[in-house]
């Protein structure tokens, strides 16, 4: 059983920046595609950002390309999400998950792992 730990999050004014952390127990972290994911009060859990195991392959929402970064570093089991230009929409809390599989995906469903969450609040 992978355990995600994600950290990194608080409060930051808009166009702040803020660089989200995602330590894996396990050394299989590197086999698997990572993803990010985020929930504001009151609304579905969205699809954020994702990258393969080969740390080659990328894909963003578009709310986020232009602004956002995924990235991996294996030698630490820990995935990152750089978030630049925040904005007040940005607030929810952020969630890593990892698929097994080690292909990216947009959907929820195809992730087997979750962190427990960090929060974003964006000020206007």
């Known amino acids: 059983q992978v355990q995600l730990v994600e950290s990194g999050g608080g409060l930051v004014q808009a166009g702040g920046s803020l660089r989200l952390s995602c330590a894996a127990s396990e050394r299989t972290f590197r086999t698997y595609a990572m993803g990010w994911f985020r929930q504001a009060p009151g609304k579905e859990r969205e699809f954020v950002a994702t990258i393969d195991w080969t740390d080659r392959n990328t894909y963003y929402a578009d709310s986020v390309k232009g602004r956002f970064t995924i990235s991996r570093d294996n030698t630490k089991n820990t995935a990152y999400l750089q978030m630049n230009n925040l904005r007040p929409e940005d607030t929810a809390v952020y969630y890593c998950?990892?698929?097994?599989?080690?292909?990216?995906?947009?959907?929820?469903?195809?992730?087997?792992?979750w962190g427990q969450g960090t929060q974003v609040t964006v000020s206007s």
């Open positions: 998950a990892a698929n097994r599989h080690g292909t990216w995906s947009l959907r929820t469903g195809d992730y087997d792992y």
